[in-house]
């Protein structure tokens, strides 16, 4: 019998990721640091609102786009936090997390050949997009030197005739890392001059502790080159809901629009009326969250700068990104012998690149009693190492 499956997604890695978790979620005492999930339930009246959904019956399908009144709150919130305004009606896309509104961004956008740029570390899931959708993933490394901020002389460098986008996440997974108003600034020419679209994933934009999030698209001249995804995941401690969002030019999203009907129909429509109160009275519920993640980061660097451990300091999402180069092996080897030897699973860095294997991506979306006793069990391993004769 010949093979059936399709070439490009055998070339296609799995996630690098699951694979340590699968070992982890069978060893007893484990601490496991590994899920960017927040460990906050759902808020009440969030969820309050999905039950009153099931109890009127509101089981139906939704309009491919979603649900008007969901629309409308996305385009105040957007107006309210980024001064950005978009047309309910034909700008805005709700869709099945934030992962599902990257794929249909790229399969719209893209012709076979043509090149996306990203910075890499990055989300996992960004690269496979880009090869599904038939397009030649570009990846920038990035390095704590730069405070993983993507410099414009490295976006410059990258470009080629086949150019065609820029994906960029900030707050950023794995590092933590922002951009602030003046360094998207200085991208801005180097768009606008090679007449590239902009996909900016700014899932974790609430959780940013130093300045408030800066959405590239609200930058002068770059509204109309940008695709902006967002979602309630991350924010609303919603991730199960799977529902997220996307806003683009008109003439963009009429065709992320077709490409979400033929393949999804609609986002799940209890979740749609749930986040009508997320956006209407969630803000409470995102400064109390940050502020704990805020409480757990400081911790960390703590605890890292006690051990003597290089971190850059992040300063969004729930991630730290420590350096264990001095150890003189691989990221997954590292996280490898850390979960042997003392039960705490984190992630190796080369899930997210391959510049990103001096690293590990620690999530601090967890108890403070949970990362402390994590913390020591770390500081354990790190000490043995430093003695080990093998160095």
């Not at 491919?64 to 978009?86: C, H, T, V, W």
């Not at 414009?152 to 065609?164: C, H, V, W, Y």
């Not at 003189?328 to 294997?357: I, Q, W």
Request: aromatic content about 10%; some cysteine; charged content about 25%.
């Amino acid at each position: 019998m010949r093979d059936f499956i399709c070439g490009k997604i055998k070339k296609i890695k799995p996630s690098g990721i699951r694979r340590l978790f699968d070992i982890a979620s069978e060893i007893p005492d484990v601490i496991s640091l590994g899920v960017g999930e927040p460990d906050f339930d759902t808020p009440w009246h969030i969820r309050e609102e999905g039950i009153y959904s099931l109890h009127k019956g509101r089981t139906f399908y939704t309009s491919n786009a979603g649900i008007p009144e969901l629309r409308e709150e996305i385009a105040r919130f957007m107006r309210r936090k980024y001064g950005l305004s978009y047309d309910p009606l034909n700008e805005i896309l709700l869709s099945v997390g934030g992962s599902e509104a990257i794929d249909v961004a790229l399969r719209a956008v893209l012709d076979p050949g043509d090149e996306v740029i990203y910075p890499e570390p990055c989300f996992v899931s960004y690269e496979p997009c880009i090869l599904l959708s038939d397009g030649v993933p570009v990846s920038i490394e990035l390095s704590a030197d730069t405070e993983f901020r993507l410099q414009p002389e490295q976006l410059e460098a990258a470009i080629t005739p086949k150019t065609k986008a820029l994906l960029i996440s900030y707050p950023n997974n794995p590092t933590g890392a922002i951009m602030e108003r003046e360094d998207l600034e200085k991208l801005v020419p180097v768009i606008v001059a090679h007449d590239l679209l902009v996909i900016s994933d700014e899932i974790y934009s609430e959780l940013s502790y130093r300045n408030r999030h800066v959405s590239i698209a609200s930058l002068p001249g770059m509204r109309e080159r940008t695709i902006v995804i967002n979602g309630f995941s991350k924010s609303y401690a919603m991730t199960g809901w799977r529902l997220g969002w996307a806003c683009a030019p008109a003439g963009v999203m009429e065709y992320m629009v077709k490409i979400h009907q033929f393949g999804i129909m609609s986002a799940p429509t209890i979740s749609q009326y749930a986040a009508i109160s997320a956006l209407k009275n969630g803000d409470r519920d995102i400064e109390m969250m940050s502020e704990s993640y805020n409480q757990r980061r400081r911790f960390l660097m703590e605890a890292f700068r006690e051990m003597g451990l290089p971190c850059f300091e992040p300063y969004g999402a729930f991630y730290v990104f420590p350096d264990i180069s001095e150890f003189g092996m691989g990221s997954e080897a590292f996280c490898t012998e850390l979960l042997k030897a003392e039960n705490v699973a984190v992630v190796p860095g080369s899930a997210f690149g391959s510049c990103g294997d001096r690293h590990v991506r620690i999530s601090y979306a967890y108890s403070i009693e949970e990362l402390k006793e994590a913390m020591t069990r770390i500081a354990r391993f790190i000490e043995k190492l430093r003695r080990s004769p093998k160095r």
